[in-house]
């Protein structure tokens, strides 16, 4: 069956291999934040913001252009022309970037960030630009083929290879005595890196090559070039102001009151413990637009207005299942979290306050995939552009004068705009359906029968004679279970009545 689906078979498999893949980093960041602390967390984070400018620069709109052309062509010799074209732009764009971002560390630290102790940070997180590259230019070629069992091998080896290098690392400097700073973090960022970077060059080893003329080559590189330089410029337009915003919270929470330890604190909590729980289940939403954008490109190449349109209603149910299973998911689980996990009660706050994000950020992803499908890629930008101004405003003006909970409301409201602007752009394309009973109201009464029904099995379970910590946390985990257990099964039972 899942063969004469590929787009779901290639989401299904990525959807595993991104959960995971955030299972591990999940992990990563508990024994992380126990390790550095909330201030090292925060000096970690800081330094995001530099590596996603430097990674959009170097393969950003590289990536999406190899995919979309993978699936537009159908010659072997010229999907592999593709590939190499996309190789030869992304490693030369990554190499500058590497060697300028290295020699102009310190500057970048005490101009940019407004941080001196982020330098040696930012130095040697930028050694992974051309693994990064080439990791992204296989993994789009192998996305426009809509073979997903490479990339998505290749990310469970890397995260592997993270949180297993930090727990070497972190045990050997510990038994040495070794001060515990957020290079160690820095150290098992390359070290995972370097581990996906070899595995797509051994995929690769087994497939077929093509001779190519370096004519041929040269004209791939054009047609790619007169993509992926709208798509670079767009994304670093982007990350340029996610940077922007990343780095004036810091200082927006200092002109609150703060001090700079507190403020890093305050950062490293938000964007270390409790943004990415927040995201976590959005693992199912980006396999499923990782695919769209291959599949909806090649349905809009050849006329399939109503294949475009399925999808798009299909997407559509899938974001605002999850995003409403989300929201219920952290109001039950955010203080546990924040509090048990983390041992930050204030992680356990912000989850509860951004789980209302979900279905917008989840719909909003899925959009924005196909968007950039169709060839919307400006629209899409623009879109995202005003919601990143929102939220610069919440930081420019709110938080000095509310603190951080300005930023939080800003959050929310700005992925509002961004999905709705997103949602009624599309609409004037691809005339979707959206049924409120369909992807509101029913996935919400499953939700509360979900969540209903774990609470129910985790009190019958107090009353056992057993107590303790490990006890307490078994009942959680079965609880956990029970939730997502129930959950699933009226999501196979719609899926089963939707097939038939």
């Not at 077929?208 to 590189?221: E, N, Q, V």
């Not at 149910?317 to 929201?327: H, M």
Request: glycine share 8%; proline share 3%.
């Amino acid at each position: 069956m899942l063969n004469k689906h590929p787009v779901v078979k290639g989401a299904l498999i990525l959807t595993i291999a991104n959960i995971i893949t955030r299972a591990f980093g999940f992990l990563y960041r508990i024994f992380l934040s126990n390790l550095i602390g909330a201030e090292g967390m925060g000096l970690f984070q800081l330094t995001f913001p530099v590596i996603a400018f430097c990674t959009a620069l170097s393969c950003g709109g590289i990536q999406i252009a190899v995919s979309r052309f993978v699936a537009e062509t159908k010659s072997k010799s010229s999907q592999f022309g593709v590939l190499i074209s996309g190789l030869i732009l992304s490693m030369v764009l990554s190499f500058g970037t590497l060697l300028f971002v290295f020699h102009f560390s310190q500057e970048i630290a005490d101009n940019i960030i407004h941080n001196t102790a982020s330098s040696e940070l930012i130095k040697y997180s930028v050694l992974t630009l051309p693994m990064i590259a080439l990791h992204a230019c296989v993994s789009g070629y192998y996305l426009g083929l809509k073979k997903t069992a490479v990339p998505a091998w290749s990310m469970m080896v890397e995260q592997s290879v993270k949180i297993l290098s930090l727990y070497v690392l972190g045990t050997i400097w510990l038994s040495e005595h070794h001060p515990i700073t957020p290079m160690l973090a820095v150290y098992s960022t390359i070290l995972s890196e370097l581990a996906g970077m070899l595995f797509c060059l051994v995929a690769m080893g087994f497939e077929k090559t093509y001779r190519l003329h370096p004519s041929t080559i040269m004209h791939s590189i054009k047609n790619l070039f007169s993509v992926s330089y709208l798509l670079t410029l767009n994304r670093l337009s982007l990350t340029f102001l996610q940077c922007v915003e990343a780095i004036q919270l810091p200082l927006a929470l200092e002109q609150y009151g703060m001090t700079q330890y507190q403020a890093l604190a305050l950062y490293g909590i938000l964007t270390g413990m409790a943004l990415p729980v927040v995201t976590f289940p959005s693992a199912i939403n980006n396999s499923i637009s990782t695919m769209l954008l291959p599949s909806v490109a090649e349905s809009n190449v050849d006329g399939n207005a109503e294949a475009v349109r399925k999808t798009t209603e299909k997407s559509i149910r899938f974001s605002s299942v999850s995003g409403i299973f989300g929201i219920g998911l952290f109001l039950s689980f955010g203080n546990f979290i924040g509090s048990d996990i983390f041992g930050h009660p204030q992680a356990g706050t912000y989850i509860l306050i951004l789980s209302w994000l979900c279905p917008f950020l989840y719909l909003s992803i899925s959009f924005g995939s196909i968007l950039h499908g169709l060839g919307k890629t400006t629209a899409a930008f623009i879109h995202n552009t005003i919601g990143i101004v929102l939220r610069l405003f919440a930081i420019w003006w709110g938080v000095p004068r509310f603190g951080i909970n300005a930023y939080l409301l800003g959050l929310l409201f700005s992925n509002l705009v961004t999905t709705f602007l997103h949602g009624i752009y599309l609409h004037k394309f691809v005339p979707y359906r959206f049924l409120a009973v369909t992807n509101i109201i029913k996935p919400t009464i499953q939700t509360v029968i979900s969540l209903a029904t774990g609470f129910l099995v985790q009190y019958i379970f107090r009353y056992s004679a057993y107590t303790g910590r490990f006890y307490y946390f078994g009942t959680i985990g079965l609880r956990l279970c029970i939730i997502c257990g129930v959950f699933a099964w009226f999501i196979f039972r719609d899926f089963k009545a939707s097939t038939v």
